[in-house]
């Protein structure tokens, strides 16, 4: 069988670097001018944008946040301090997405996170706004606003992070 696109559908370029795809967007920090840069996708990671700390430091990212606080994150690389705020804007293929709940991590990390080309990482609450297709093939992304576009997106504002210790009792 064949994938039909919605017709309503915008093709955007893609970059495969180590199999991971990448697009050019425009993040809008406030009160700054805006950035256009490479950004990886990544549909599993539960977040919004995901910047990386060179990128972050380079363009003064953690000032241009009108309320942020930091927490500790841990995954595959280890345990890191991140600053969790939101910019403005975010846009890509002709959409605009407005205050974005964002990460700035304290370590470049590994994979397409460690090359200086990649901003970030835009994540699945970003793409759960429209319907996607990645073509591997062609270099494109296949994106059409669902029922999502332009609802707020959220993020977790309870403060609390519950992670297990080991085996219990």
């Known amino acids: ?14 970059t495969l670097r180590k199999q991971i795809p990448h697009l050019t967007a425009t ?7 805006p950035i256009e840069a490479s950004f990886a996708l990544d549909s599993g990671a539960g977040l ?7 990128f972050a430091e380079a363009h003064g990212l953690a000032s241009s946040l009108p ?20 910019v403005e804007g975010f846009e890509f293929g002709g959409f605009s997405l407005s205050n974005l709940p964002c990460l700035l991590s304290s ?22 706004q429209f319907t996607v297709a990645i073509d591997y093939q062609r270099e494109r992304l296949l994106i059409a606003p669902n029922d999502n ?10 403060g609390l992070k519950v992670q297990s210790g080991g085996r219990g009792g």
Do not use: N
């Open 1 to 14: 069988s064949h994938y039909q696109a919605p017709a309503d559908s915008r093709v955007i370029p893609l």
């Open 27 to 33: 993040v809008r920090p406030y009160g700054r001018e």
């Open 48 to 54: 919004a944008l995901d910047f990386t700390g060179t």
């Open 67 to 86: 309320r942020s606080y930091s927490r500790m994150a841990a995954g595959i690389g280890g345990a890191a301090s991140t600053i969790v705020g939101r």
């Open 107 to 128: 370590r470049t990390g590994s994979g397409s996170m460690g090359e200086s080309s990649c901003a970030g990482l835009i994540g699945g609450w970003v793409l759960r």
């Open 149 to 158: 576009f332009g609802r707020p997106i959220e993020s977790d504002k309870s």
